[in-house]
Each structure stands twice: as structure tokens, then as C-alpha cells.
T-cell receptor, first 115, second 116 residues
Framework: AQTVTQSQPEMSVQEAETVTLSCTYD???????LFWYKQPPSRQMILVIR??????QNATENRFSVNFQKAAKSFSLKISDSQLGDTAMYFC????????????FGTGTRLKVLA | GAGVSQSPRYKVAKRGQDVALRCDPI?????LFWYQQALGQGPEFLTY????????KSGLPSDRFFAERPEGSVSTLKIQRTQQEDSAVYLC??????????????FGSGTRLTVV
């Protein structure tokens, strides 16, 4: 069975600084997708960034980038130039490639950006 | 609509009461999913619809939980004889594709159910 582990329940960062959120996962699948979702107090899960496991290049979306280490089964999220609006819960999620639809989510990291 | 709409936003139910939670997905989205998010946890899969067909209900925790999508658009998650352990946020998501790959789902803002 696949599992996703986020070992940092809470983190804080000063505005304009950089922070890295960690995620590890366990799977026997060779092809899969990994996602980071943001959940602000509004509760809506918002896609931040995604990575296909067959791509070696790390995904980047503006201030958000990932460090994907397939052999180590690690998928960390780096947020550069942190903004107050980045304050939220962040969830790492795994989705098998083979036509399935069930996300496996981690337990989340609560990030607080300090002014 | 422009996004996935869920109602009510909050629901307080007395233990034993039946509740119905509504999800209005993005127009034209084929797939619809329900997830349950307990306090301090990540969302967990409940059920999956492709159009009006419920293809997977393996995540429903008991036979008190029932979901339907009769016309392939709006979906209702019904919980009968609510128990305190049913207290959670219920998230609905939809997708244009038949699965969540590769672009992920669009989630609604959820219904927070509190059973007292």
C-alpha cells in the first residue's frame, strides 16, 4: 500500500525568506504523479505544483519548486520569497499513474508566514 | 459554474439525525470525487463517479453513507443516523478527465459537519 509522510506538523518563516517542506512516500509503483496542494482557511484545496515521476527535471511554478528524488522517494516543496498569503496547510499527495483516481494524502504541514 | 460549489458550508447535526451534503461540480466535468477530512488529517477517499455511474465506493466507512449523482452533474452525499465519528470536513472534487491525472482535481471548499 502507498503511504505519504509529512514529518513537519508546523513550520514558520519570515516574509521574503525561503522555506522547504518535506514529504516522503512509499510505493512499489514505477510511474506515478506527485502533487503539493495548499489549503487556506477557506478550506479549498488549491493545486500548487505537480511532478510526473518519469520526468527527471524538477517542476517549478513561479516561487514554488520541488526537489524530487525518486530513488529516495522524497518530494520536498521549496517556497521562495514567502508571502503572507502563503500561510496555509500544505498537503503532499501521491497518485498512481495506472488509471486510478485515489489520491493518497499526507497529514499536512501548517505553514505560517510571519510579517 | 466557475468552480466546484458545496453546500451547506457548515452543518451541525444531532447524533442520530440524517444529513445530506450537496456538490455542484464544474460544468462538463466527467469525474466527481468525495473525500473525508478529519481534523488534523489529510483528505481520505470516499467514492468516485464517472458521469452518473458510481465506479468506486470502497472508501465509504459504513452502510450509513450513501452517495448519488443521478444525472451526471450534481451529487449528494447522504449520511444516515449520524455518529460523532462522522464529524469531519467533506470535500468534493471534479475533473474533466476520467482520472485525477495528470492535472489533478478541482476541489470545492467543503462542508464541515459537526455531530453533537
Amino acid at each position: 500500500a502507498q503511504t505519504v509522510t509529512q514529518s513537519q506538523p508546523e513550520m514558520s518563516v519570515q516574509e521574503a525568506e525561503t522555506v522547504t517542506l518535506s514529504c516522503t512516500y512509499d510505493t512499489s509503483e514505477s510511474n506515478y504523479y506527485l502533487f503539493w496542494y495548499k489549503q487556506p482557511p477557506s478550506r479549498q484545496m488549491i493545486l500548487v505544483i505537480r511532478q510526473e515521476a518519469y520526468k527527471q527535471q524538477n517542476a517549478t511554478e513561479n516561487r514554488f519548486s520541488v526537489n524530487f528524488q525518486k530513488a529516495a522517494k522524497s518530494f520536498s516543496l521549496k517556497i521562495s520569497d514567502s508571502q503572507l498569503g502563503d500561510t496555509a496547510m500544505y498537503f503532499c499527495a501521491f497518485l498512481p499513474f495506472s488509471g486510478t483516481y485515489k489520491y493518497i494524502f499526507g497529514t499536512g504541514t501548517r505553514l505560517k508566514v510571519l510579517a | 459554474g466557475a468552480g466546484v460549489s458545496q453546500s451547506p458550508r457548515y452543518k451541525v447535526a444531532k447524533r442520530g439525525q440524517d444529513v445530506a451534503l450537496r456538490c455542484d461540480p464544474i460544468s462538463g466535468h466527467v469525474s466527481l470525487f468525495w473525500y473525508q477530512q478529519a481534523l488534523g488529517q489529510g483528505p481520505e477517499f470516499l467514492t468516485y463517479f464517472q458521469n452518473e455511474a458510481q465506479l468506486d465506493k470502497s472508501g465509504l466507512p459504513s452502510d450509513r453513507f450513501f452517495a448519488e449523482r443521478p444525472e451526471g452533474s450534481v451529487s449528494t452525499l447522504k449520511i444516515q443516523r449520524t455518529q460523532q465519528e462522522d464529524s469531519a470536513v467533506y470535500l468534493c472534487a471534479s475533473s474533466l478527465a476520467r482520472t485525477g491525472a495528470p492535472y489533478g482535481y478541482t476541489f470545492g471548499s467543503g462542508t464541515r459537519l459537526t455531530v453533537v
